[in-house]
Nanobody, 115 residues
Framework: QVQLVESGGGLVQAGGSLRVSCAAS????????MDWYRQAPGKQRELVAT???????NYADSVQGRFTISRDNAKNTVYMQMNSLKPEDTAVYYC?????????WGQGTQVTVSS
């Protein structure tokens, strides 16, 4: 069965950095895109970054220039390096994959940025 497991969240001061990871199993990892979403309390879940099977990337305007998504197909893992973090980046960050018309989600990892 498909499993996405995030890790790397935590508490960091504004201006600091954090790297979140998502380990995938049970899917054809290298054949499709991987995404990072986030959701703050009381707000809609939003797409933060995506990386395609060809390693092209896209970012939300709010994180452009600060976040970098990458993938290691040999490890079936997608990463997101988050630099220059701001309090408004505080959210639960979710790993996402869509395969054969089915959406798969990780459990989420909490990122808290203090001012």
């Amino acid at each position: 069965q498909v499993q996405l497991v995030e890790s790397g969240g935590g508490l960091v001061q504004a201006g600091g950095s954090l790297r979140v990871s998502c380990a995938a199993s049970g899917i054809a990892f290298s054949r499709g895109a991987m995404d990072w979403y986030r959701q703050a309390p009381g707000k809609q879940r939003e797409l933060v970054a995506t990386i395609t099977s060809g390693n092209s990337t896209n970012y939300a305007d709010s994180v452009q220039g600060r976040f970098t998504i990458s993938r290691d197909n040999a490890k079936n893992t997608v990463y997101m390096q988050m630099n220059s973090l701001k309090p408004e980046d505080t959210a639960v960050y979710y790993c996402h994959a869509r395969r054969a018309w089915i959406d798969y989600w990780g459990q989420g990892t909490q990122v808290t940025v203090s001012s």
